[in-house]
C-alpha cells in the first residue's frame, strides 16, 4: 500500500530493470510515478499502484527525483532534452549503463538545464532489486545524494562513491573486469578437465575455494598497489611465469585453447624484461597501467 508521507518518485524507462525499479519503490511506499516510450509496460505497475504519467515533462514534474534506466546515454538525452523546462530543480538519477566520460558530458548537461544530476551502476539482476543483496553504486555530489539516500534505500545496499560523476560506470566496468576474468579462468580448467573426464560440477566445487582464497590475497596485494613497493613476500613473479609456462604447456599439450595463459606470460615476461622478476605478482599493475 503506498504511504502518501514517504518521498515520490518517478521511474522513467520500464524494461525489466526499470520494471523492478519501479515495483521495489512501490513495495517500500514510496508514490511512483513511470514513464514508458511503450505505455502497456505500465500496465501491472499500475495495477500495483504507480501512477502512469502521459509524457516525460509529466513525468519529470511528478516527483522531486527521476531515475532514468533506458537503453544508453544517447536516450537519456533525448527524452529530457523534449522537456527541458521541466528539468529545473529536478534530480536526475541515471541508472543507465555506459562509460565516465558519457555520465561526466551527461552531468554537465543536465547541470547547463538547471537539474542536479547523480550517475549510478545497478550491480544486480532485476529479480534482486529492492533487497540487500541488490548493489547500486551512485557517484556525484553529495549534496544531491543526501537528500534521496533514505528513498534510494528501497532498491538495495546504495553506496555512494565520490563527487566525480564517472565513478559509478568505471567501477562497474572495473566489476565487470572481475566476472569475466573469473569465468574465463574458470572455462580454461574446465575444459583441461573435461579431458581427464572430469566434469564441470565437479570443479566447479575446487575453483570456487580458489576463487576465495585468491580473493583473500587483494587487500595485501592492494597495500603494495598503493605503496608502489613490491617485495616478494610469497613468490616472486619469475617464479609465477614458470609455472605460467607449466600451464601453457599443459593446456597445448591437452589439445585445449591456450591464447589465455599465453597473454598472462606475455605480461609477465614484459615486466621480468624490465626489471621486476624478483618482485611479487602485483607488480604487474605497471603492465597494466599502459595504454
Same mark, same amino acid.
Given at each position: ?10 521511474? !522513467?524507462? *520500464?524494461? @525489466? ?7 521495489? +519503490? ?27 504519467? %502521459?509524457?516525460? /515533462?509529466?513525468? @519529470? ?6 531515475? $532514468? ?16 523546462? #521541466? $528539468?529545473?530543480?529536478?534530480?536526475? $538519477? ?19 538545464? #538547471?537539474?542536479?544530476?547523480?550517475? =549510478?551502476?545497478?550491480?544486480?539482476? &532485476? ?8 548493489? !547500486? *553504486? $551512485?557517484? =556525484?555530489?553529495?549534496?544531491? +545524494?543526501? &537528500? ?7 532498491? #538495495? ?18 566489476? *565487470? ?35 576465495? /582464497?585468491?580473493?583473500?590475497?587483494? %587487500? #595485501? ?32 599439450? @591437452? ?5 589465455? &595463459? ?12 624490465? /626489471? ?11 603492465? +597494466?597501467?599502459?595504454?
Amino acid at each position: 500500500m503506498t504511504n502518501r508521507t514517504a518521498a515520490p518518485v518517478t521511474v !522513467i524507462g *520500464l524494461g @525489466l530493470m526499470g520494471r523492478a525499479l519501479a515495483t521495489a +519503490f512501490l513495495k517500500a511506499g514510496h508514490p511512483t510515478t513511470v514513464w514508458n516510450r511503450s505505455p502497456s509496460r505500465a500496465t501491472e505497475l499500475v495495477a500495483e499502484g504507480a501512477r502512469s504519467a %502521459p509524457s516525460v /515533462g509529466a513525468a @519529470l514534474e511528478a516527483s522531486p527525483l527521476t531515475v $532514468l534506466c533506458v537503453t544508453d546515454y544517447r536516450a537519456v538525452r533525448e527524452l529530457l532534452g523534449a522537456s527541458e523546462a #521541466g $528539468l529545473a530543480g529536478r534530480t536526475l $538519477l541515471n541508472l543507465t549503463s555506459g562509460d565516465s566520460t558519457q555520465a561526466r558530458e551527461t552531468a554537465r548537461w543536465a547541470e547547463q538545464h #538547471g537539474a542536479r544530476y547523480l550517475d =549510478g551502476a545497478i550491480m544486480a539482476v &532485476p529479480p534482486v532489486i529492492g533487497t540487500a543483496d541488490a548493489t !547500486i *553504486l $551512485l557517484s =556525484g555530489p553529495h549534496a544531491d +545524494f543526501d &537528500p534521496h539516500g533514505t528513498t534510494l534505500e528501497a532498491l #538495495g545496499t546504495v553506496t555512494h562513491l565520490g563527487e566525480d560523476h564517472g565513478l559509478a560506470a568505471l567501477y562497474d566496468v572495473a566489476g *565487470l573486469a572481475m566476472m569475466w576474468s573469473v569465468l574465463n579462468a574458470w572455462l580454461q580448467g574446465t575444459a583441461m578437465l573435461r579431458t581427464a573426464g572430469v566434469d564441470a560440477a565437479t570443479y566447479a566445487q575446487f575453483a570456487r575455494r580458489m576463487a576465495t /582464497g585468491v580473493a583473500d590475497w587483494l %587487500p #595485501g596485494y592492494a597495500e603494495q598497489i598503493d605503496r608502489g613497493s613490491f617485495p616478494a613476500e610469497v613468490a616472486a613473479l619469475e617464479t609465477d611465469a614458470r609455472a605460467m609456462a607449466h600451464l601453457i604447456e599443459e593446456s597445448e599439450a @591437452l589439445g585445449v585453447n591456450a591464447e589465455l &595463459p599465453k597473454l598472462f606470460k606475455a605480461m609477465a615476461d614484459r615486466a621480468i624484461a624490465a /626489471g621486476h622478476g624478483g618482485e611479487q605478482y602485483p607488480v604487474l599493475i605497471e603492465e +597494466f597501467s599502459k595504454p
